[in-house]
């Protein structure tokens, strides 16, 4: 009996769109830690003192042992110096929030910057040149 079974599936996996709920809140409530932490904590970096920094997410894994925080600074500047200095500091910043979050293991932070303003502005531009 000879095997030949070859397994080639044509489905197309995609990961799940759809976060539960416990994915959601602990997203919330580390977005209120960390936007409480840079309010009150030193950081001794001039990068994240100078710039008024926007969380605007904080997507966690089905795990809840990672999470990526979407973060803008007001009006733009100076975006890449604030992204390292913010992974640089993610260390001490998950250290700062442990004590506040009631959770087994607290996510490992890694910093992104959200494109969503500048995408809805080009989707808004083109708009405007349509009606024209």
């Not at 070859?6 to 769109?17: D, E, M, P, Q, R």
């Not at 803008?72 to 992974?87: A, E, F, I, R, T």
Request: net charge positive; aromatic share 8%.
């Amino acid at each position: 009996m000879s095997n030949n079974f070859s397994f080639n599936s044509k489905k197309k996996t995609k990961k799940n769109a759809y976060k539960s709920h416990r994915q959601l809140k602990v997203g919330e409530e580390l977005r209120y830690l960390i936007s409480n932490a840079f309010l009150r904590e030193s950081f001794y970096d001039d990068n994240i003192k100078d710039n008024n920094i926007t969380i605007t997410e904080v997507d966690v894994s089905p795990d809840l042992k990672n999470a990526k925080v979407f973060v803008m600074p007001l009006g733009g500047k100076n975006k890449l110096d604030v992204l390292n200095s913010l992974n640089k500091i993610s260390g001490r910043l998950k250290k700062v929030i442990s004590n506040s979050i009631t959770l087994r293991q607290t996510p490992i932070l890694s910093f992104k910057i959200d494109e969503t303003f500048e995408y809805a502005k080009n989707i808004h531009d083109i708009l405007e040149k349509i009606k024209k």
